[in-house]
């Protein structure tokens, strides 16, 4: 089970989308994460054979991406899903398991067991356009796993879902990801950090990290410094260096930033965190990593 993005680049008229991404993928969950604009749903994209690279390739164990014989063992959630408001979750999923080509017999099976899978079973018949955002996403997902898939895109799954909802919904991604490769997208760091075995930041269409949490982290551990200061010394500090987070105490100002040095002398070390990573890079500055 193997999955090989070979310099994919993709460009429309004069943007550079994706850019000479390469990675390797195996069984796991892999976040890959991103502000807007940063080429998470072109990617994607190409890898469902939606979109044709300009150049490079994809694989996944000698199928090329595109054709039919990756698209059997594909499932994909695309970003903007067209759901039909009037169908019921049954009918829905019934009727994209005949487009799919699945026997009606066995395609009843198996939509009643994602509906289960899904928590969808009490609502089966209910029309979609009754459903909440959080339903609509695991119906979704259902949709995806039809064809009982070994490579899963998910592309912002969680977007829309509440916090109990995506809890469930993490849950429901772990489990996927015990015997498949499951890639998801988000600009929501709680959600990588939780489910994914594996992260891929990405930037101007690039993949610029990858790893698990910890190795993701280094990047910026030992960079992070939190001091309370009055207001004339943080805003000095605040014009010098990236700052993640800025609060008012009775004391003074608190302001939590990255910098290569203790940059005050009240300053102390703080454990960096994922969402410190993503503040960093994909902060309104736009500070690069070389500033580190
Ligand atoms: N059909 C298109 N024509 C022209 N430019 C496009 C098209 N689709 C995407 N782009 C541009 O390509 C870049 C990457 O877009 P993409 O949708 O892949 O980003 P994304 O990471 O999925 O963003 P988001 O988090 O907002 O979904 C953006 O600058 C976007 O404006
Ligand atoms: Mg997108």
């Not at 998470?40 to 690279?53: D, E």
């Not at 829905?92 to 066995?106: D, E, N, S, V």
């Not at 969808?120 to 459903?131: D, E, I, M, Q």
């Not at 509440?162 to 959600?191: A, M, Q, Y």
């Amino acid at each position: 089970m193997e999955l090989v993005f070979d310099r994919v680049t993709k460009q429309y008229k004069n943007k550079i989308a994706v850019d000479r991404v390469s990675f390797t993928l195996k069984k796991g969950v892999y976040g890959l994460l991103g502000a807007n604009g940063a080429g998470k749903t072109t990617l994607m994209r190409m890898m469902c054979g939606v979109l044709k690279p300009d150049s490079g390739e994809i694989f996944y164990d000698g199928k090329r991406a595109g054709e039919e014989a990756f698209r059997n063992v594909l499932g994909y959630l695309p970003q903007e899903f067209g759901y039909y408001p009037e169908f019921s979750a049954m009918d829905f999923l019934m009727y994209l398991a005949a487009l799919k080509g699945i026997p009606k017999r066995q395609a009843r099976e198996k939509v009643r067991e994602l509906l289960n899978l899904t928590d969808l079973t009490p609502v089966a018949r209910k029309k979609v356009k009754t459903f909440s955002g959080g339903m609509k996403q695991r119906l979704g997902i259902a949709q995806s796993l039809l064809n009982d898939p070994e490579v899963l895109v998910l592309d912002e799954p969680t977007a829309g879902l509440d916090p109990k909802e995506r809890v469930k919904f993490r849950n429901l991604i772990s489990e996927l990801g015990n015997d498949r490769i499951v890639l998801l997208s988000t600009h929501i760091v709680s959600d990588v950090e939780h489910i994914a075995d594996v992260i891929l930041v990405m930037k101007d269409g690039a993949v610029i990290h990858q790893g698990n949490l910890e190795e993701i982290i280094q990047v910026i551990q030992g960079k992070v410094w939190e001091c309370t200061l009055e207001s004339q010394e943080a805003e000095n500090l605040t014009g010098k260096y990236p700052v993640l987070n800025m609060r008012r105490e009775k004391e003074g100002i608190l302001l939590r930033l990255v910098c290569g040095k203790k940059p005050a002398e009240s300053a102390r070390l703080a454990e960096a965190t994922l969402e410190d990573l993503y503040l960093y890079y994909f902060s309104e500055k736009g500070q690069e990593g070389g500033t580190l």
